[in-house]
């Protein structure tokens, strides 16, 4: 059995993974970490500070908020766990203390931990080189009116895997709001949307002369990230350390 803990495990996110781990027979939910550790009747410990447990942990899946990052991160490394990370909202110091941080840990860092996100990247990556001269990227994200960061972390990864592809040549314009100007050739417009109970929907826009491609994906469950984070637990589980991703995971 693997066990878990589940960073960040009162919210949307951590009820939908403690949920379906409890139904994998390969997996056993240890402990969990909340910034308020109601006592909610679990069978499982709930602490609200990472550093208070001392459970014997084989992997933690995280989906909190960036301010919990360094703790995790400090906690990783202390008792060698592995992280799977799904807060998004960080910013680039973040990242790059992940980066620092999988040189000692094996550590899995997604914004989408979807399978039908994954595979939209790889086809706009693929058109995006062929499209480029003649056609407006654009990418529209829509989610819930729970969610705190804007855009989607899910809208940068595919902006900058686009952009990759681009030899970085684009730059992000945020809305149009206070525009005056017409739309530039560098540039990739990213739109945030927030609503009801949205699960998660990504749109990309190729917009020509005369003709338009629009790539969509979709969720109509958090339970598409939350078994995806379980895949990306056991595919991290007993990895060396290093950084990896969806890429990694679909291909291995
Ligand atoms: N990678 C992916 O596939 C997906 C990523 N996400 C991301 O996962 C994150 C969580 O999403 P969601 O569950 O909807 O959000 P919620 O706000 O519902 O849940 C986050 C939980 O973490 C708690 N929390 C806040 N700060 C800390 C802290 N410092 N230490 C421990 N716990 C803390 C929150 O407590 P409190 O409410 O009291 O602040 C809350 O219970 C977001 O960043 C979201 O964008 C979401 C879905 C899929
Ligand atoms: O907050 C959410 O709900 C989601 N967040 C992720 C993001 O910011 O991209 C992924 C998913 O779309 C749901």
């Known amino acids: 059995?693997?066990?878990?803990?589940?960073?960040?495990?009162?919210?949307?996110?951590?009820?939908?993974?403690?949920?379906?781990?409890?139904?994998?027979?390969?997996?056993?939910?240890?402990?969990?970490?909340?910034?308020?550790?109601?006592?909610?009747?679990?069978?499982f410990k709930i602490y609200n500070n990472i550093h208070h447990c001392n459970e014997n942990i084989d992997i933690i899946i995280d989906f909190s908020h960036p301010s919990s990052l360094l703790n995790l991160l400090e906690y990783g490394i202390e008792k060698n766990i592995p992280i799977v990370i799904g807060t998004t909202g960080?910013?680039?110091?973040?990242?790059?203390?992940?980066?620092?941080?999988?040189?000692?840990?094996?550590?899995?860092?997604?914004?989408?931990?979807?399978?039908?996100?994954?595979?939209?990247?790889?086809?706009?990556?693929?058109?995006?080189?062929?499209?480029?001269?003649?056609?407006?990227?654009?990418?529209?994200?829509?989610?819930?009116?729970?969610?705190?960061?804007?855009?989607?972390?899910?809208a940068y990864m595919i902006a900058n895997e686009i952009n990759k592809e681009l030899d970085n040549s684009k730059k992000y314009i945020y809305?149009?709001?206070?525009?005056?100007?017409?739309?530039?050739?560098?540039?990739?417009?990213?739109?945030?949307?927030?609503?009801?109970?949205?699960?998660?929907?990504?749109?990309?826009?190729?917009?020509?002369c005369d003709e338009v491609i629009e790539i969509s994906h979709s969720a109509s469950s958090k339970k598409i990230f939350a078994q995806g984070a379980i895949k990306a637990a056991k595919f991290l589980y007993n990895k060396e350390s290093g950084l990896y991703n969806m890429e990694d995971l679909i291909n291995s």
Do not use: W
């Not at 499209?131 to 989607?152: G, M, Q, T, V």
């Open 1 to 43: 059995m693997i066990k878990v803990l589940i960073n960040g495990c009162h919210g949307q996110m951590g009820k939908v993974v403690s949920e379906e781990i409890k139904k994998d027979s390969e997996m056993e939910l240890k402990a969990g970490v909340d910034k308020n550790a109601l006592d909610n009747n679990s069978n």
């Open 175 to 208: 809305g149009r709001d206070t525009k005056t100007d017409k739309r530039k050739k560098d540039e990739i417009g990213i739109h945030a949307i927030r609503g009801g109970t949205i699960v998660g929907e990504h749109t990309v826009i190729f917009a020509g």
């Open 90 to 154: 960080l910013s680039p110091d973040d990242i790059e203390k992940i980066k620092e941080a999988s040189k000692i840990i094996p550590i899995f860092y997604s914004a989408n931990m979807s399978l039908g996100i994954n595979v939209l990247i790889s086809m706009v990556k693929s058109i995006s080189p062929v499209l480029e001269d003649s056609f407006d990227i654009e990418i529209i994200e829509k989610h819930h009116n729970k969610k705190i960061d804007a855009p989607s972390g899910t």
